[in-house]
């Protein structure tokens, strides 16, 4: 079976995986999604006996349907390999009654190493199946997470190129450091003297900007994006979702058939939208519980049917979830309103110009399978602590906010299906407000790095690579520039200027 994708904005023809990797957003717009759904085709205890890049093989051939088995396995192989600090990849471990899905075990310690390590090479190999001759570049602009996983990704990728721009003074010192020391022939890091948002505008104008299109092209270069709403990102994310369920299987915590429920914290709606895609490919799940911090627009959405991302923004301890704009919910509101791109088109111009949207009582019924939560940061906290006092693992306060959402969840609903928790950092990323978290007193006084010690000896854990490397690892990069020069440093580093 062959699996095209077309855009959720508008009924131009479907295209090719590739392409839709290639291209990232359709040019309506839209965001690309399958024309239809494959199934598992297998019994999941078939597939229980799978290791991961097996199991990564099954699920995303039925979805890059245009990719030969021997490009994908290389891909999968160039991914998922010793930039992983355990074989399991993604390992599910139990811990006070529920399984926690450790997807933070990637070169930079977060979630988005699962399908930042594989995007790169789904890219270039994309590239040549369309006959693309140019270096692929990559241009992120991140608040600190998203572009260094892309870097780790894409560094020393053959054919491809990485710029990423971030706030000057407005990262956290780790990721600041994480970043200024990337490694790679062909990463490049730029501070800006601006805010997240002048980076985005400058670069998304970059993006748009043909005169710079052809004088790149003309040097062999074409830009390209990495951000999560490419399919690209979105397909190895269902990979784990089935894995875990099969992880149970394969310990005897549950039977075939039984179902699960997975709860997410969510920011742009990427990781739990591919939750919802493995259910669709048959994976037995009840609730899929997508978990707010308290810009909890998400929370609203799924309570009242209306989207609304008129509000204020609220700095939290869970920054890779301060979003109002969850760009993938794009991909559910379209399933809900039938696969219809006209209706989808106007709510989304509805967002975009009046910052909101409600959906019809028809479509909220079609969103049954969701349930959305958040927690304040003190519940957060409160959650962190209690299972570290309870059980001696420590979370992160991105997971704990799935954590403490799932645990309010279970209480007033006495469901009690087994349920897997995405884990999406590690505790040692966020360490300051998770030592704050589980031993507020020993916070004071401390340099990152030293509570990063404190983290060690409270976890009994051993500080990931990830972190060690930062700690004495050359300063790379350290152009800073205004964000009117954005487009000229691009330029410098190609080596287009003319
Ligand atoms: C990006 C991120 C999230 C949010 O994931 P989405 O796919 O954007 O919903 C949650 N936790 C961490 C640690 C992240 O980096």
Not at 14 to 38: C, H, K, M
Not at 270 to 297: D, F, H, Q, T, W
């Amino acid at each position: 079976m062959s699996i095209l994708y077309k855009s959720t904005r508008s009924d131009a023809p479907a295209v090719t995986a590739s392409r839709a990797i290639l291209t990232g957003l359709s040019p309506d717009g839209g965001l690309y999604v399958p024309t239809e759904f494959p199934k598992l085709g297998r019994p999941l205890s078939e597939l229980a006996s799978m290791n991961y890049r097996e199991l990564a093989y099954e699920i995303m051939s039925k979805f890059f349907t245009d990719f030969t088995e021997e490009e994908l396995r290389t891909c999968i192989a160039n991914a998922y390999d010793s930039k992983f600090d355990t074989e399991k990849i993604a390992p599910l471990v139990k811990k006070d009654g529920v399984y926690y899905l450790e997807l933070y075990h990637g070169a930079t310690i977060a979630f988005k190493d699962m399908a930042l390590s594989i995007l790169p090479h789904l890219m270039v190999t994309s590239a040549r199946k369309n006959g693309v001759t140019n270096d692929i570049v990559i241009l992120t602009a991140t608040s600190g997470d998203t572009g260094k996983a892309a870097m780790a990704g894409f560094a020393d990728v053959p054919g491809t190129k990485i710029i990423v721009f971030y706030p000057h003074g407005g990262v956290s010192n780790i990721q600041r450091l994480q970043m200024a020391t990337q490694r790679g022939e062909n990463t490049y890091v730029v501070a800006i003297n601006g805010n997240f948002d002048d980076a985005q505008t400058a670069v998304k104008k970059m993006f748009n900007d043909k005169e710079m299109a052809e004088e790149l092209s003309a040097k062999g270069y074409q830009f390209s994006s990495a951000n999560s709403i490419n399919i690209g990102r979105l397909v190895p994310q269902i990979v784990y979702y089935v894995y875990a369920y099969c992880q149970l299987l394969a310990s005897c915590e549950i039977r075939e058939g039984d179902e699960i429920n997975i709860t997410v914290p969510t920011g742009n709606f990427g990781n739990i939208l591919a939750a919802y895609y493995a259910k669709e490919m048959g994976l037995p799940v009840r609730k899929l519980i997508c978990a707010s911090n308290e810009n909890k627009v998400l929370y609203d959405f799924f309570m009242t049917g209306e989207y609304d991302r008129k509000r204020e923004f609220i700095l939290t301890s869970s920054p890779s979830m301060d979003i109002l704009i969850s760009s993938n919910l794009e991909r559910l509101v379209y399933k809900a309103c039938g696969c219809d791109p006209e209706k989808n088109l106007a709510f989304m111009k509805n967002l975009s110009e009046t910052g909101k949207y409600e959906i019809t009582p028809d479509m909220r019924e079609q969103l049954a399978d969701f349930r959305g939560g958040f927690a304040s940061e003190a519940e957060n906290f409160a959650g962190i602590r209690e299972l570290f006092e309870k059980t001696g693992y420590i979370i992160d306060t991105h997971t704990g906010i799935a954590n403490a959402v799932y645990r309010a969840y279970a209480a007033e609903t006495g469901d009690t299906t087994p349920t897997v928790i995405a884990s999406t950092a590690s505790p040692y990323k966020f360490a300051v407000s998770v030592v704050g978290a589980i031993a507020p007193d020993k916070v004071e006084g401390r340099t990152d790095f030293e509570l990063i010690d404190v983290l060690s000896e409270l976890g009994h854990t051993k500080e990931p690579a990830a972190i060690t490397d930062i700690r004495t690892a050359p300063i790379r990069h350290k152009s800073v520039v205004d964000p009117e020069n954005m487009p000229d440093e691009v330029r410098r580093i190609l080596g287009v200027l003319s």
